[in-house]
């Protein structure tokens, strides 16, 4: 997503409006809500994109008391056969003026951001573009201004964890990162320039806030203030104090934030994933990309170095939950799709053919070892115990008759 500070804005006259501005196709369906409308001829693809709107919609209304109003659904239209334009953002919020009113309008380039994450963010900044101009758009020619993208970045993050869960060991990694966290250098952060495992923790970090400002008294009011703040462009702890004057001072929000990433820097209680279940879950984020051979010839492709961050940070987030003897493998991968965000053209065909095979060694090592430890607790000969060791008290050992214990027995009996 394009996330600049001033974006013009798009005048359609009455007689395009429905056929430039709100209806590219001919084809369109509704939400359930009625909040949303999306064009597309790929039926399959519609309906992905209303149910990821609605989802989008639930996460919203926990946080502000007015949903997008159905008199002017945001338009969701599919462009993916169209071409991308400049920056290779595969996912666009735009904002019209018609006369009929303002008209908030996503445009969705690239079908592999549904599973990025990309295309919930600009559902987000569709919403607060709503709540930010209540209705009224800016003259054409004018100029408006996106949501912090840190408000964004921890609505999509808050809306994947109710999904996933949370990464295991994110906030532990962030409070062991060498220094605590700052509320100052969190808001002058750049993170669409950051790299896989820093878009992480600025994610967590954003998320921390968001939590603690749902925490304030009236905060839907609060939020709805915080939106409505003409200033809430320039970034900065300002408009955030502004909007919620529950919160006394900077300080305050500083050390409120910093608890709570300490509470959730606490050990994980569940244990993590199975090497079978690391493997499934980096088959689903593989998919996006047509599996590991394909990691390539998707980083050529256009919107290719967004791909690939998008991909990296996926593959962290696993590797904080996946079973240890995966995360080498994981990171790996990660460090593969690094390199090809920064030169596309990379030589990583071998690279990515060693690791497959590496893999897929490792999933069929694993699964050896759980059928063997299987198989002895099945085989595993359960005697009654005599008598006498019953009054004596003591364990009869089992007695094993492979070679190797044979050759230990007879260690044993010389004394040895």
């Known amino acids: 997503m394009a996330w600049k500070r001033r974006v013009l804005i798009v005048l359609c006259a009455v007689a395009l409006a429905t056929a430039v501005c709100a209806a590219p196709l001919a084809t369109g369906s509704s939400s359930r809500s009625g909040a949303f409308i999306a064009y597309s001829q790929d039926r399959e693809l519609r309906n992905k994109m209303l149910r990821a709107a609605e989802g989008a919609l639930g996460e919203w209304e926990k946080i502000y008391e007015t949903k997008a109003g159905s008199s ?8 993916t056969h169209a071409v991308m334009p400049n920056g290779g953002e595969p996912v666009v919020p735009l904002l019209f003026e018609t006369e009929a009113g303002m008209k908030v309008q996503v445009d969705l380039y690239d079908e592999g951001a549904m599973e990025s994450g990309s295309f919930e963010a600009g559902l987000f900044s569709a919403l607060a573009l709503h709540a930010m101009h209540g209705g009224n758009a800016p003259r054409a020619g004018k100029a408006f201004d996106l949501p912090p993208r840190w408000f964004v970045e921890a609505l999509v993050e808050e809306l994947r964890r109710s999904r996933d869960g949370t990464p295991d060991g ?3 990694a962030l409070i062991q990162s060498g220094r605590p966290p700052e509320l100052d250098a969190f808001f002058r952060q750049k993170p669409e320039i950051l790299d896989a495992a820093s878009i992480v923790l600025y994610r967590a970090q954003a998320v921390s806030l968001l939590r603690v400002l749902k925490k304030a ?32 001072s900077e300080s305050e929000l500083s050390k409120l934030w910093t608890l709570d990433i300490a509470r959730s820097s606490m050990p994980p209680r569940m244990a993590s994933l199975t090497v079978e279940q690391s493997e499934r879950e980096l088959a689903g984020v593989l998919k996006s990309v047509q599996g590991g051979e394909g990691l390539a010839e998707a980083a050529k492709g256009r919107g290719g170095a967004f791909l690939m961050r998008e991909f990296s940070v996926r593959v962290f987030n696993l590797e904080f939950r996946s079973h240890p003897l995966f995360r080498p493998v994981l990171e790996a991968y990660r460090n593969i799709a690094t390199q090809l965000a920064r030169r596309p053209k990379a030589p990583v065909a071998d690279k990515i053919r ?26 595993q000969i359960d005697e009654p115990l005599d008598q006498s060791d019953v009054k004596s008290g003591r364990k009869r050992a089992l007695r094993l008759s492979n070679p190797y214990a044979l050759y230990l027995d007879s260690l044993e009996t010389r004394g040895w």
Do not use: C, H, M
Request: aromatic fraction near 8%; hydrophobic fraction near 45%; proline fraction near 6%.
């Open 72 to 79: 002017a659904p945001i338009v969701l239209n599919d462009k």
């Open 170 to 172: 994110v906030y532990a």
């Open 217 to 248: 008294d009236d905060a839907k009011k609060s939020f709805a203030a915080l939106l409505e703040n003409p200033t809430i462009a320039r970034g900065g702890v300002e408009p955030v104090l502004a909007a919620f004057p529950a919160v006394a």
């Open 354 to 379: 060693d690791l497959e095979s590496t893999r897929s060694q490792l999933v069929e090592r694993s699964q050896k070892i759980s059928d063997y430890l299987n198989w002895f607790e099945v085989t």
